[in-house]
């Protein structure tokens, strides 16, 4: 008998696996285990993340000016010039306002000393009528004693002139980065060749960027101009200097009001009594609910393309990872997240209707087609 072969001249192939999809839920874990190591890390680098953050903030309002210039014809030197003479003097005059504030605060504070002390005696005096023990009355002067809110205050002036090393950082990274924009419509051009939709993206965070500062600003002037014509009216001194500082704070939303509010309702407390510190307090926080509370977040929120409950979600967020100033930065910060994460990618375009602002979803899905409930083929043998 021969040998019998086993090979064949037509093998058979072989199937072909499908490939292997995840769970669902262990995509979410994944996910979310991410996005909290990414965050920690984000919390340890904040010293870094912060500025550079803030500098490509402040380059990217400023920068319509350069462009607005070469429309112009200015020649392009002048030009680079007059956008970093801009980011400098914004900053320089937003610097100035805090420091400025902080100063007369602690200059004026201590020319109080003897109305603070007659306060507080006359507050121990009656906790100690309502039946307060001794040791509690104690406590509670020592916490009212003014000589603690001054050196807490020159602490605060100290601390800001110390800022100075981190100042001269960011100044130099302010005009790198001044000096890196000039190139960054070609740049995006480029980018758009092979990304158009990461390029869009970073688009819409330029102009979004810049419609949140402006309506923060436009807001912001008006409650600076209606608490400085409260205080001057109630004669509360260096009322000018309180309306510019609630102005600036105003771009911490919904917690910034608090910071402005200090200085002026423990100087109308000092100045002329409870009555006039409660009534600065009952206006400060109506005029906030009703622009900065109540009707900016409604316009930030179209504005910037993020549904209001996200931007308290950032607010809350990024002041955890960054600090005071990713509080002062949580709106742009949420939104970058937004057009990296969501507007740069078609396929999680779906969750704008539950991040995105009402006018956004509107405008994207309002005029869409609508999907029948019944499919085709069943319409069909209907």
């Known amino acids: 008998m021969g040998n019998v072969t086993t090979d064949s001249p037509h093998p058979i192939a072989k199937p072909v696996r499908a490939p292997t999809s995840f769970p669902r839920a262990a995509v979410v874990i994944v996910a979310l285990a991410a996005a909290l190591v990414g965050s920690l890390a984000l919390k340890q680098f904040a010293w870094l ?20 210039l070469q429309r112009h014809k200015v020649p392009r030197l002048i030009a680079l010039l007059g956008l970093v003479v801009s980011i400098y003097g914004l900053v320089i005059v937003l610097v100035a306002i805090v420091a400025f504030s902080i100063a007369r605060l602690a200059a004026i504070l201590p020319g109080y000393a003897a109305d603070a002390a007659g306060l507080v005696q006359a507050l121990s005096v009656r906790f100690g009528a309502l039946g307060v023990g001794a040791s509690q009355v104690q406590a509670v002067s020592a916490a009212l004693d003014l000589r603690r809110v001054i050196t807490a205050v020159a602490a605060l002036f100290r601390g800001l002139i110390s800022f100075g090393a981190t100042m001269i950082f960011f ?207 069943a319409q069909r043998q209907r």
């Open 171 to 377: 100044l130099g990274l302010l005009l790198f980065m001044a000096i890196d924009s000039v190139g960054i419509d070609s740049r995006l051009e480029m980018l758009s060749a092979k990304r158009p939709g990461l390029s869009k993206a970073l688009r819409i965070f330029a102009r979004d960027t810049r419609r949140f500062l402006a309506v923060t600003g436009i807001f912001g002037l008006l409650t600076g101009f209606a608490d400085t014509l409260l205080l001057w009216w109630l004669g509360i001194p260096l009322a000018v200097l309180w309306g510019l500082l609630a102005a600036v704070c105003n771009f911490i939303l919904y917690v910034g009001f608090v910071i402005g509010l200090v200085p002026p309702a423990l100087l109308a407390l000092l100045d002329q009594g409870w009555q006039t510190m409660l009534l600065v307090i009952v206006v400060y926080i109506i005029l906030n609910s009703l622009l900065t509370s109540l009707i900016a977040p409604h316009y930030l929120g179209d504005n910037v393309g993020v549904s209001t409950r996200v931007t308290v979600v950032g607010l809350v967020f990024w002041g955890w990872v960054l600090g005071p100033l990713g509080a002062i930065l949580s709106v742009p910060l949420t939104s970058l997240l937004k057009v990296l994460l969501i507007d740069s990618d078609p396929r999680a375009r779906w969750a704008t209707a539950l991040v995105g602002s009402t006018r956004e979803h509107r405008r994207r899905y309002q005029g869409a087609p609508k999907t029948p409930l019944v499919p085709p083929s």
């Open 49 to 68: 993340v912060g500025p550079v953050f803030l500098a490509l903030v402040i380059v990217t309002l400023v920068h319509p000016l350069h462009r607005w």
